[in-house]
DNA sequence: TGTGTACGCTCAAACGATTGATCATGTGAG
DNA sequence: CTCACATGATCAATCGTTTGAGCGTACACA
């Protein structure tokens, strides 16, 4: 391994030329005008030196780093693999690089601090809430930002997913099924995803003349999911379906039904937001609806790169929001 | 949202110092002999003006950009997860800044070419093989480097957990139970973790003074499991366990199980290396084999910030393995 | 009075790439 | 023969920080 701090001096010297010479091939300048003789010398010693430019002093120049953020609240949670892997090639494809980070014992406050002034020409937040002091951390840093499947409170800077939508194509699977006692999971109290979805729910319920079931909160987690689950079995009128507002808790909420000694979906069905490979391989396999998670985080880059600082965004992604159909859902006892 | 392009000429300004003891103030340099009282002008300045240091600027004198990458095959993959947040954590407690990035449709190769020089200053790498080219890639960006998990065939440039001892446990566990004829259900052909597992597995059935049951490979993946569980039930001698070497195969091993009609723990047990929340989550809860993963992530970025470029490092990291007995697991029908 | 030295700063040269301005040379037109 | 202009480059300022070296003043000591 050797230590290559080969500068475009380095690279100009070897091909007799200017350093401007060499940044303007290098950059494919349209005002250039060179040989080509010239402009082979030029790449041949950028190879045989192994030359890369220099991220640092190209930024100071330009003002630009050609990178992106990704900021999610937990690695752990699938559903943002999805995102992430849709902002990372789109990210790709025009030619910046998107780096995820979370906020692990630090909030986005300190992470800022830490990434510091001129590191990423943009961030984007996915699954933030609407924290204190959360806009306000973001404006100083004064590069551009957008929320992603969060409409947050304050601002107009948001893309999100169909998720009232996704609720109702959910409830009506399970009205189509037969059901008339169906229940739902939501998401957390302060989440915006949650509130669409309960908001889908409700709609759906009562398109379908239907009164809506018992509702509860928890989080997007399987020990969430699990608990509520408990309190819903509890109630006086077994609810014979539960419309789950996300993956994670419905796992856990499989579980919290087993463990009421039911059997799913023989004595009460489940459907959750969001897809999973995962999914099928749960016992019984989860029907979900699946959402454009990667086309979320696509579009969130190709936004952000052509962004300003005061530009607002709100956007409603169109995809395609389908049911898929697997093995816990199915007509109601009796 | 004000365009803030604060620089250390201002604050020097406002403060009506050089911008060397402002530089010397924030960097907290201990040659610095100043009066308590311009120090506090000089804070106060920064504050009032909101100024951060741009990094670029910063890293380009001090050839330092305090951060770290990390590079993973799939964030899809939740074992990364904890590998994540271990390293992260890590960083931010030495002032760097972690950021992770996948190969999404892109060799390591072409990822390295757009992070280019100088922007991070080592590079973490869990979960990738003995690609070709793949050590050459990483020598021409002159900066150190660490494989996580994967002990580099060409050099000695990594930190790997335990797994034969992992293996081990889960093997004992089998055997304490009762069980004789144990099956392997093992990771990809070309996977270091998935050599090592084996290598326990063998060595754990040889010092049970019995018979290595069938062994069949797959990839990380629960399809990849399903298939390979089927496999390994066609054989005459059905096994009444498996030792399955990865938790998301092992999802998909116990739907191919329940396929064959089988029904666990009561016809076949299933025991997989890494713990995840999930696990007790599916059904039957799933029982592993705890891994210090988090603390891979972080004893990984420990290395890199004290690391050369020629420096070597070989380690097979001590920290706790642990079998997590759930539902999955039983003595042998009969 | 001269000298040593500690204090509290300031000066200015880097770091490596970008880019508007400029310049030398050759060619064709008038 | 001169002017205009295209061609194919070069020049040099600039981005914002860091950091070794230097500088003025005050005070102590001989």
Redesign the interface.
């Given at each position: 391994?050797?230590?290559?701090?080969v500068t475009l001096a380095d690279v100009a010297a070897m091909a007799r030329v200017d350093r401007a010479v060499v940044s303007r091939v290098i950059n494919k300048d349209p005002t250039l005008n060179i040989r080509q003789e010239t402009r082979e010398r030029v790449l041949t010693a950028i190879d045989r030196l192994?030359y890369?430019?220099?991220?640092?002093?190209?930024?100071?120049r330009t003002a630009r780093?050609?990178?992106f953020g990704l900021f999610i609240p937990?690695?752990?949670n699938?559903v943002?693999?999805?995102i992430?892997?849709g902002a990372?090639?789109e990210a790709?494809s025009q030619?910046?690089?998107?780096?995820?980070?979370?906020a692990?014992?630090?909030g986005l406050g300190?992470?800022m601090?830490?990434?510091?002034?001129?590191?990423i020409d943009g961030l984007l937040l996915a699954g933030a809430g609407d924290e204190a002091g959360l806009v306000e951390h973001l404006?100083?840093?004064?590069i551009p930002w957008i929320m992603l499947n969060n409409r947050s409170r304050s601002v107009e800077r948001y893309v999100i997913l169909d998720d009232e939508r996704a609720a109702a194509l959910a409830v009506e699977h399970l009205v189509r099924l037969g059901h008339r006692r169906i229940a739902h999971l939501a998401g957390p109290a302060g989440a915006d995803t949650a509130g669409r979805r309960s908001a889908g729910y409700s709609a759906a319920m009562r398109e379908a003349r239907l009164p809506e079931g018992p509702i509860v909160a928890a989080g997007y987690?399987?020990?969430g999911g699990?608990a509520a689950m408990a309190r819903l079995l509890d109630g006086p009128e077994r609810p014979t379906a539960v419309f789950v507002a996300n993956v994670a808790s419905a796992?856990?909420a499989?579980?919290g039904a087993?463990s009421a000694g039911l059997e799913i979906p023989r004595d009460v069905s489940i459907v959750a937001v969001h897809d999973l490979?995962?999914a099928?391989?749960?016992?019984p396999a989860l029907t979900t609806v699946r959402m454009p998670l990667a086309e979320l985080g696509r579009r969130g880059v190709t936004l952000l790169a052509g962004l300003k600082?005061?530009d607002k965004v709100a956007e409603v992604l169109a995809g395609p929001i389908e049911l898929i159909q697997r093995r816990s859902t199915a007509p109601p006892p009796g």
């Amino acid at each position: 391994m050797k230590r290559s701090r080969v500068t475009l001096a380095d690279v100009a010297a070897m091909a007799r030329v200017d350093r401007a010479v060499v940044s303007r091939v290098i950059n494919k300048d349209p005002t250039l005008n060179i040989r080509q003789e010239t402009r082979e010398r030029v790449l041949t010693a950028i190879d045989r030196l192994g030359y890369r430019p220099n991220v640092a002093a190209r930024s100071l120049r330009t003002a630009r780093a050609h990178m992106f953020g990704l900021f999610i609240p937990d690695f752990a949670n699938p559903v943002y693999a999805e995102i992430i892997k849709g902002a990372e090639s789109e990210a790709a494809s025009q030619g910046y690089v998107l780096v995820t980070g979370s906020a692990i014992g630090a909030g986005l406050g300190e992470y800022m601090d830490r990434i510091g002034q001129g590191r990423i020409d943009g961030l984007l937040l996915a699954g933030a809430g609407d924290e204190a002091g959360l806009v306000e951390h973001l404006d100083r840093a004064a590069i551009p930002w957008i929320m992603l499947n969060n409409r947050s409170r304050s601002v107009e800077r948001y893309v999100i997913l169909d998720d009232e939508r996704a609720a109702a194509l959910a409830v009506e699977h399970l009205v189509r099924l037969g059901h008339r006692r169906i229940a739902h999971l939501a998401g957390p109290a302060g989440a915006d995803t949650a509130g669409r979805r309960s908001a889908g729910y409700s709609a759906a319920m009562r398109e379908a003349r239907l009164p809506e079931g018992p509702i509860v909160a928890a989080g997007y987690t399987p020990a969430g999911g699990a608990a509520a689950m408990a309190r819903l079995l509890d109630g006086p009128e077994r609810p014979t379906a539960v419309f789950v507002a996300n993956v994670a808790s419905a796992i856990g909420a499989m579980e919290g039904a087993r463990s009421a000694g039911l059997e799913i979906p023989r004595d009460v069905s489940i459907v959750a937001v969001h897809d999973l490979e995962l999914a099928s391989y749960l016992f019984p396999a989860l029907t979900t609806v699946r959402m454009p998670l990667a086309e979320l985080g696509r579009r969130g880059v190709t936004l952000l790169a052509g962004l300003k600082p005061d530009d607002k965004v709100a956007e409603v992604l169109a995809g395609p929001i389908e049911l898929i159909q697997r093995r816990s859902t199915a007509p109601p006892p009796g």
